[in-house]
């Protein structure tokens, strides 16, 4: 089994800035790509930033230059910074891992979610 637990959502201010940490954790393989997704009620879930494991990135063109997305290799982790946040980036944020569980067997997990709100 694989689990993906995310860390640091919550409530901040317009103009703000948050961290989240997304930690990758059971019968892994190798991981290709991890990223982060957001959702909001009614709206189809949307990619935020995606980071591969030799480090290249990826990302929507509404968070470019005010997110960055970083990653651990050792820790099977990955992060997104956001900064200079905007109440339209209130959503649940999902972390996503693009990984094997054996040499032959690849899938897509997701995290549970984690809340965002911006709002003053």
């Known amino acids: 089994q694989v689990q993906l637990v995310e860390s640091g959502g919550g409530l901040v201010q317009p103009g703000g800035s948050l961290r989240l940490s997304c930690a990758a954790s059971g019968s892994i393989f190798s991981i290709y790509a991890m990223g982060w997704y957001r959702q909001t009620p009614g709206k189809q879930r949307e990619l935020v930033a995606t980071i591969t494991s030799g480090g290249s990135t990826d990302y929507a063109n509404s968070v470019e230059g005010r997110f960055t997305i970083s990653r651990d290799n050792a820790k099977n982790t990955v992060y997104l910074q956001m900064n200079s946040l905007k109440p339209e980036d209130t959503a649940v944020y999902y972390c996503?891992?693009?990984?094997?569980?054996?040499?032959?067997?690849?899938?897509?997990?997701w995290g549970q979610g984690t809340q965002v709100t911006v709002s003053s």
């Open positions: 996503n891992a693009d990984l094997r569980t054996t040499p032959r067997v690849r899938n897509d997990y």
